[in-house]
């Protein structure tokens, strides 16, 4: 018999983690540059940064084992996803478009639909959401991970086989990039790597692969008669995965950016061996301070996730001083007056980060929970 969801503290530990990283890497403190383990690597290479948007896609998986754990119709299943992933993709896209509005020769004007990014993180984890979500539907555990094999050998062959011969692997000649820019056109993609977007249409495929890792963890946790057992048996995947993802790094190259499938074997190795050790830790007792901490993120991620967007975007729209924004006045005249360099960039993010918890504090002392 199933264990109640309840129980489970150690995934909503890993979910409000993950959101909490994900704020602090996000909003690196201006005025200094943040230590390198919390800034993405530029393109092959792995910092923690890297692991931490995987690792929301590995808690999107979790929470399938559990939402989807109950017989549910087969069109209101499917309404049901589509609805889900079409309203994150659209608060994703609002959120790349917001403030909506900027100044052009002095005055304010409605920023074209035709320069607004249409792909990003909250967008990634939509489509990824809808095509877990049905391989979940149709597919038995050892199909789900005969599918996820398939993928990522497959990605590996159509980066190789259909990018520019010459460079099949770089930003602008890999094939998801000549994909972006026939469907999307080069204005809708991230400004800031010159035509490649990171979040991209093809990297899609490998990245549901992280979610399908996390409903495989989830439903090991839940199913098993023996919690210990399953502790291990998820510790001893992570060990191996690991080094798996690693080995194959020496051929197919880690890169975040490009999500190749070495990067989601390394990734889901790496969120195994962390869930494995909060089950361990968590499991069983009364949650703890920090515990109770992280659980104010995972009762709303994405609510506190598109806060933490979107406040520091508004931010950044007020001048505390001619051309410094609000953010950069912050982080500058207060925490590297305080305490210069890449550890007052770090408290300038934690104490950012603090204040979105807050709300998360205030919604959970309330009792709302926002499901989308």
Request: aromatic share 12%; with cysteine.
């Amino acid at each position: 018999m199933d264990k109640p969801a309840s129980r489970f503290l150690s995934l909503d530990v890993f979910r409000g983690l993950t959101i909490c990283l994900m704020i602090i890497v996000n909003t690196s403190g201006p005025g200094a540059p943040a230590y390198p383990w919390l800034v993405h690597a530029k393109w092959f290479g792995f910092t923690a940064a890297d692991a931490v948007f995987p690792s929301f896609l590995f808690a999107v998986g979790c929470s399938m084992a559990f939402a989807f754990s109950r017989p549910v119709p087969t069109g209101a299943f499917t309404a049901r996803v589509l609805r889900r992933a079409a309203l994150i993709f659209l608060l994703g896209f609002l959120m790349y478009w917001y403030p909506f509005v900027h100044k052009v020769d002095g005055a304010w004007t409605l920023i074209p639909f035709s320069h607004t990014r249409v792909l990003g993180v909250l967008q990634r984890i939509a489509l990824c959401y809808a095509l877990a979500a049905f391989a979940v539907r149709y597919l038995s555990p050892a199909k789900l991970a005969v599918l996820s094999v398939v993928v990522l050998l497959g990605y590996w062959a159509i980066l190789l086989g259909l990018g520019d011969p010459a460079a099949p692997l770089s930003k602008l000649g890999n094939a998801g990039t000549r994909l972006d820019l026939i469907v999307l056109g080069r204005d809708h993609l991230y400004r800031k790597d010159g035509g490649f977007d990171p979040e991209g249409l093809l990297g899609t495929l490998p990245a549901t692969v992280n979610v399908l890792a996390g409903y495989l963890a989830a439903r090991v946790l839940k199913t098993s008669a023996e919690a210990r057992r399953a502790v291990a048996q998820l510790a001893l995947a992570g060990l191996v995965l690991v080094a798996g993802g690693l080995a194959w790094g020496l051929v197919f190259p880690i890169a975040k950016k490009l999500w190749t499938s070495s990067f989601v074997v390394l990734t889901v190795g790496i969120d195994l061996l962390a869930l494995a050790g909060l089950a361990l830790a968590l499991e069983g007792r009364e949650p703890n301070p920090a515990a109770r901490f992280f659980q104010v993120f995972g009762l709303n991620p994405l609510v506190i996730y598109l806060f933490s967007e979107l406040f520091v975007i508004t931010l950044r729209q007020f001048e505390a001083a001619p051309g410094v924004d609000l953010y950069a006045w912050v982080g500058v005249n207060l925490f590297q007056a305080l305490v210069p360099g890449a550890l007052g960039s770090l408290l300038c993010a934690i104490a950012y980060m603090l204040v979105c918890w807050l709300l998360g504090y205030v919604m959970a002392r309330r009792g709302i929970v926002v499901k989308l």
